[in-house]
């Protein structure tokens, strides 16, 4: 059996991990018995990587840097539970040609269920009735930043081709709306096999649809890519929605766009975080700020403890893993 450590804070872990999917790890490796540490820092790992060959790494695990790697002489397989694998790859890691699988898949699904809801509840202006109801309104509080809408026979645009876009337009299906995606590494082909219309411009997504839901990498490319020009473009009334990363839009001219009353955002990340508490997010009538909420909370992190428990099956039994990374992607995935 392969001897496996879990390099997950104790937190992360009771929060991820049910007994069905330990149980299920269990039956094809021998868990070492380090105890599940508070965090899973780099003195923990120098102490028990050394009969290591697959690591379970998390959101608070260090990096397996060189230094990790010497002692982890073993190790065959990261397994992590968490979204990004940037943080606790390294050269020496990928030189040494330990393969790596993420859970970024798992956490899609939450994350797109979000848009989903942020979609429905923004269009018909719900966040916006109900605190017109508080104050004593009522259906006149629906005619605000151009009014309500069902997203029924509306053009949804779709900013990147990953884990969660691929989700929420399977979950777009059953609204009777039309689907379109923007992703330069995605063929028109695959856009269409997955139930969306390819755009081959990023103006094209904002000028012709109603919702646009940003899902896409932050990456060198991809910073700061979407700005006035682009907000310029919306339909009156439409729904801008940010679950990705903060930094894909430059912030300053979303907020001078937002001023004009034109559009609403939904926006659930933020180019550093929290943002201060004079920031315009918290303030402007037009914005519904949540706090990085789409993916990881709840039960939903249990999907993260199944896929991992599901690739760690996989490898032992000598079958592909669904999920692998592999070095030459890491350029453009999250």
Request: charged letters at 25%.
């Amino acid at each position: 059996m392969k001897k496996l450590l879990f390099a997950v804070g104790r937190d992360w872990h009771k929060r991820m991990f049910s007994q069905k999917d330990l149980a299920r790890i269990q039956v094809v490796c021998r868990v070492l018995a380090a105890d599940v540490p508070d965090s899973a820092d780099k003195q923990f790992l120098l102490e028990h990587v050394k009969e290591t060959e697959i690591v379970v790494t998390s959101w608070d695990t260090a990096a397996l840097d060189a230094e990790v790697m010497s002692r982890a002489a073993e190790l065959e397989l990261l397994a992590h539970a968490a979204g990004s694998v940037r943080p606790v790859v390294s050269n020496t890691l990928w030189e040494r040609g330990v393969r790596v699988t993420g859970s970024a898949a798992a956490i899609a699904c939450g994350v797109a269920e979000f848009c989903l809801c942020q979609m429905v509840i923004a269009g018909r202006r719900v966040f916006w009735a109900g605190l017109g109801t508080r104050m004593g309104l009522w259906r006149e509080s629906l005619n605000v930043f151009g009014g309500p809408f069902d997203i029924y026979q509306q053009k949804v645009g779709i900013i990147g081709g990953g884990y969660v876009s691929k989700y929420l337009v399977g979950l777009l299906k059953n609204f009777g709306c039309d689907i379109c995606l923007y992703d330069p590494y995605v063929s028109a082909g695959a856009a269409d096999k997955m139930g969306a219309k390819k755009v081959e411009k990023l103006e094209d997504i904002f000028s012709q649809c109603k919702v646009v839901s940003l899902n896409a990498p932050l990456t060198n490319e991809t910073r700061h890519m979407i700005g006035r020009r682009h907000f310029e473009l919306l339909p009156e009334g439409a729904v801008f929605i940010n679950t990705s990363m903060g930094a894909l839009v430059n912030e300053d001219e979303l907020v001078a766009e937002l001023r004009k009353g034109r559009f609403v955002a939904c926006i659930d990340v933020t180019d550093g975080e929290p943002p201060p508490p004079d920031h315009p997010f918290r303030n402007l009538p037009n914005v519904w700020l949540t706090p990085h909420q789409a993916g990881g909370i709840g039960r939903n992190l249990l999907r993260i403890g199944a896929l991992v428990a599901d690739e760690i099956e996989a490898f032992t039994s000598g079958r592909p893993l669904r999920f692998e990374v592999e070095r030459q992607h890491l350029g453009r995935i999250a």
